[in-house]
């Protein structure tokens, strides 16, 4: 089994920054890809960022683009989520996930195995 547990998110004005961080336990997700997922009231959950084990290929939603930026540290067993220009519209719950053995970073959320409970994130105009 595998844990995950989300950290940095809070409230913050249009235009700021914010990281995420996902820390796994149980098992090393060394040789998992991960994503970051967001779901919003009332709207269904979408990646945001996924990345492989290496961390050579990643997915990004186009609405992030430019703006996101997921990364990891297989030594720390944690990923990352750098959020840039931020929007009130990246108002959501963001959520960590791992997928087994995958060096695809797929963006289907039914593709992962294992989530975190969530960290909310809250920008403000």
């Known amino acids: 089994q595998v844990q995950l547990v989300e950290s940095g998110g809070g409230l913050v004005q249009a235009g700021g920054s914010l990281r995420l961080s996902c820390a796994a336990s149980g098992r090393t997700v060394s040789n998992y890809a991960m994503g970051w997922f967001r779901q919003a009231p009332g709207k269904e959950r979408e990646a945001v960022g996924t990345?492989?084990?290496?961390?050579?290929?990643?997915y990004y939603a186009d609405s992030v683009k430019g703006r996101f930026t997921i990364s990891r540290d297989n030594a720390k067993n944690t990923v990352y989520l750098q959020m840039n220009s931020l929007t009130p519209e990246d108002t959501a719950v963001y959520y960590c996930?791992?997928?087994?053995?995958?060096?695809?970073?797929?963006?289907?959320?039914?593709?992962?195995?294992?989530w975190g409970q969530g960290t909310q994130v809250t920008v403000s105009s």
């Open positions: 990345i492989i084990w290496s961390g050579g290929t990643t």
């Open positions: 996930a791992a997928r087994r053995g995958s060096i695809w970073p797929s963006p289907r959320s039914n593709d992962y195995d294992y």
